[in-house]
């Protein structure tokens, strides 16, 4: 996916390293290959690679891992109705999205 | 609801916990139109199969279990690419959604596949306690949750279910390459169609909108004028759409600029040089097609801008973002269409 590059610094990611216990499952499920865990020990190597997911926070053991918690898809319709009508009423464009 | 689909089943094979259907691993007529249905987005909602355990060929205790989604063009996916094999599938309910939209919605969930493994009676069918989950189910899995809950190890597969023969030959080993989602131009083309699906209902009220508009001037109004400037208004609506959701996806990658609202301006200016360079000439006065143009920009832009839901690369808050940046650019553009074109007639 490199050839695909969204924008930069956005992303809310966030690693809490001392927490971390260097079990490997961040790096394993993320569909970007943000994280590498060298020497027992996480890192995001890839940070703008991260289309925040979820996969990797959900996944710590230790959770030391935090993503930005909206679990909405990204479309520019569900984002209108969230910022119309507030967080949690929204409701996604069905199926359709990805 | 398996009665009812009927066809894709081969037999039966018999457990300790009862009956387990069989399902062919060859797809037949009725998948490739369900599917063909699906991509162009009709009745997406209701394509599904009844959650559940299944199989493929002859598994016994020791056959390693896949996990899957009820929608049934995943289900499809999955078992089209088992040939051969002898293994269990268990489709978690996810409302009829594929695997990653399912997660991120947590109904492909820890809960969901906790729930599922009991009422199938899993631990009676199987001696060992190792699932395979497509990688892609992880924001709604946690595997160590998982384990704590139902005894059962989670095994990462890899995102495509083309992987999984490898994946299992190589003792539940994947590549780096299995595990990075991609997003290739056929990959790309298959969404475009649903993108124009989605954008149909709203298209008969801009065609109404379109109408009502163009037929206002200083005569009030005409229903000639309203056909004649309605269409060529429609059909710069057309073109904006044409630009947006379906260049927009199908040159992503090569269009420059990160955002898409951005990519979705430069592919409205290109249909528009298009447009102009085909007819060799302006539609109507300056006026008009200042209006016609801005429209075409707004609408463009506007559904690159709604593709963003579609492409597993873009973040929530990236989206937000360019949102916060896009929307006022298209709310102006659309302003000086309405605008320009309400006030060209009195001129
Ligand atoms: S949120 Fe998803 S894309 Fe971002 S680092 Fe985690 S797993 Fe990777
Ligand atoms: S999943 Fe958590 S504990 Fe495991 S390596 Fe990643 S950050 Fe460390």
């Known amino acids: 996916m490199k050839n695909f590059r969204y924008m930069a610094g956005v992303a809310i990611l966030k690693l809490e390293a001392d927490k971390c216990i260097g079990c490997g499952a961040c790096e394993t499920v993320c569909p970007h290959r943000v994280w590498k865990v060298e020497g027992r020990q996480a890192v995001i190597v890839d940070y703008d690679g991260c289309m925040e997911c979820g996969a990797c926070a959900t996944n710590c053991p230790v959770a030391a891992i935090t993503v930005n918690p909206d679990d909405g898809c990204g479309c520019a319709a569900y984002i209108i109705q969230k910022w119309l009508k507030g967080e949690g009423s929204e409701a996604c464009c069905g199926s359709n999205c990805c | ?347």
């Open chain 2, 1 to 347: 609801m398996v009665a009812k689909n009927y066809y894709f089943v081969e037999g039966f094979v018999e457990t300790s916990a009862g009956r387990v259907t069989r399902v062919a691993t060859k797809l037949a007529w009725p998948d490739f139109f369900g599917k063909l249905r699906a991509r162009l987005g009709l009745r997406r909602d209701s394509y599904l199969v009844s959650p559940g355990l299944y199989c493929v060929g002859q598994p016994d205790h020791q056959s390693p279990v896949l996990v899957t989604a009820n929608y049934k063009l995943t289900f499809d996916a999955l078992r089209s690419q088992l040939g051969g094999l002898d293994a269990w599938i268990l489709v978690l309910d996810t409302f009829g959604v594929n695997v990653w939209c399912a997660a991120g919605k947590k109904n492909f969930s820890t809960r969901e596949l906790v729930r599922r493994i009991e009422l199938c009676g899993l631990s009676e069918i199987v001696s060992h306690r190792r699932l395979i989950l497509p990688q892609l189910g992880a924001p709604g899995v946690a595997a160590h949750q998982v384990k704590k809950e139902s005894g059962f190890e989670v095994k990462w597969g890899p995102i495509r279910a083309a992987d999984l023969k490898k994946y299992l030959a190589d003792g539940l080993q994947a590549t780096p390459v299995m595990r990075e989602v991609t997003f290739s131009l056929s990959e790309r083309m298959v969404l475009v169609p649903v993108e124009l699906t989605i954008l149909l209902k709203p298209s008969f009220y801009v065609l109404a909108l379109v109408l009502l508009l163009s037929g206002i001037g200083p005569d009030f109004f005409s229903v000639s004028r309203a056909w004649g400037r309605g269409s060529a208004a429609f059909g710069a609506y057309g073109l904006g759409v044409l630009a947006g959701a379906g260049l927009v996806p199908l040159l992503l990658p090569w269009i420059p600029g990160r955002q898409f609202f951005l990519k979705g301006i430069e592919m409205g200016v290109l249909v528009v040089t298009g447009a102009f360079l085909l007819w060799g000439k302006m539609i109507g006065s300056g006026l008009e097609s200042l209006a016609l143009i801005s429209f075409v920009i707004a609408v463009s832009s506007y559904t690159a801008m709604n593709f963003t839901g579609a492409t597993p690369f873009t973040s929530l808050s990236g989206v937000e973002k360019e949102m916060r940046q896009g929307l006022p650019v298209q709310i102006a553009a659309l302003v000086v269409a309405i605008v320009g074109w309400l006030a060209s007639p009195f001129f």
